[in-house]
């Protein structure tokens, strides 16, 4: 590669920031998805977002499911540009349809945004979501929204994110006043107030201080909340946690910005700190040791598929994410799994429900691929080499049914589609040790929909699927395993690659037995 290309990789590299935003449903990741999206000139997209918000389906037909939530699917990556960057949002749905793609998706993000509801705090698929990304180690920045509504105090906050997440926090502003009293925050890196203006807080007015003690401060927000503003700073400069870039890059701090996505307080100056402190495309493991962004070759890895994506369109798209080098549309790859040489020709770039047709894309960007069926979760195509990224985790399931085919006539197409099925990451499956029990396992309910909805729409094959008190799995390691230790509100079985795993009715099944197999190891995650 000559050197004025290797020069471009360089710059679309360094514009580029890939992350996902986690949260729990209702703490506004929709609102501030189309904020951000707003400010990056996506105009046409604003509302369209929001429009997913009116599909809360009960119904467990899939297509109909897939046809109204069309928006959270295919804006399952938004890409837009501001101040000469390029930004790729990853979508990890909440609500019903939480999935094991959740997980993988965050696979994907260099950076994830956590989004905290001010009243409501560290909820539970924050911590979940969280977890995920702290084992990757990647940085994460903290949002606390609904700063117009009353909440808990920013001191509390902090301490339930050490407490609860482990993490340890350094606030980037502090709001002045909270709820009905909120007049605006304080900058604590650059030394300015941003304040409400109006009844409303329709008006945002900034102004340069010289520090927190500004009497400037006092005749904009009142004698009452400077003092308040004063003691809080005051105790944060003393025991708080200075500012320290190593630590946010590595996930051990994460910089907290508080603000109001709906009255879209607070949004751009998270977004201008935001995109000068998150990390651009990141490296990635692979058996050719560690693959750089700007390596000349092009290489990816499909990190979720996803089949039906619009009636109009009964195709599967495979979601890649671009490593290294630059792609180029109808280029020629190598799937290396399956040892051929591949031409992507129809790729997709993902805003709302239009489909583009990308040209060209670069390290961090996410491309659809349209695959008939040859691709799978975790496969790796690169550019004249046989790269094989890292394998991507397996998420452990919390809900289990016992499956069964209707039709015993059908059992041999009941088998090809759960093998493809599992293979796409789907489901998972587990085989009790006898063989004569096939369990699913998935994340969230919605993968028992579509798995139920694939198998008569694709395979031909009514199952019948009875859900098991299990709601924990681990994966056994342990030299000699004794299945009669494990019948009590649990079961022994086997994952697809024969790795032992236990089945757990309860938290105190499972405290039990890990405390009665001091030797064995019990992960959370397949070995
Ligand atoms: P989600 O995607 O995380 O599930 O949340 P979403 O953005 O849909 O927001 C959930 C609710 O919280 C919405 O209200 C939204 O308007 C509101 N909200 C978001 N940001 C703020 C904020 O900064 N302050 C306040 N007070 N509310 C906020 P809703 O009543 O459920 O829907 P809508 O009728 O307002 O659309």
Known sequence: MSKSQEHVIQKEVDKRRTFAIISHPDAGKTTLTEKLLLFGGAIRLAGTVKARKASKHATSDWMEIEKQRGISVTSSVMQFDYNGHRINILDTPGHQDFSEDTYRTLTAADSAVMLIDVAKGVEAQTIKLFQVCAKRGIPIFTFINKLDREGQSPFDLMEELENVLGIRSVPMNWPIGMGRELCGVYDRMK??????????????????????????????????????????????????????????????????????????????????????????????????????????????????IQANMNPAHRDRVAFLRIVSGKFERGMSVRHVRAGKEIKLSQPQQFLAQDRDIVQEAYPGDIIGLFDPGIFRIGDSLSQGGNIVFDELPTFSPEIFSKVTVKNALKHKQYQKGLDQLTEEGTIQVFRTASFDETILGVVGQLQFEVFEHRMKAEYGVDVQLQRMPYQFARWIIDEKIDPSKFRINSVLVKDKKDNYVVLFENEYAMRTAIDKNPTAQFLEMAP
């Open 191 to 304: 030394n300015q107030v941003e304040l409400f203006q109006g009844d409303d807080h329709s008006n945002i007015q900034v102004q340069k201080v010289d520090s927190y003690e500004d009497p400037v401060i006092r005749e904009m927000a009142g004698e009452f909340l400077h003092e308040q503003l004063k003691q809080d700073l005051e105790l944060l400069d003393v025991a708080g946690d200075p500012f320290d870039y190593e630590k946010v890059l590595k996930g051990e701090l994460t910089p907290v910005f508080f603000g109001s996505a709906v009255n879209n307080f607070g949004v751009q100056t998270f977004l201008e700190n935001f995109l000068e402190l998150a990390p651009k495309p990141e490296p990635r493991r692979s058996t050719e040791g560690m693959v750089e962004p700007t390596n000349e070759k092009f290489s990816g890895y499909v990190f979720k």
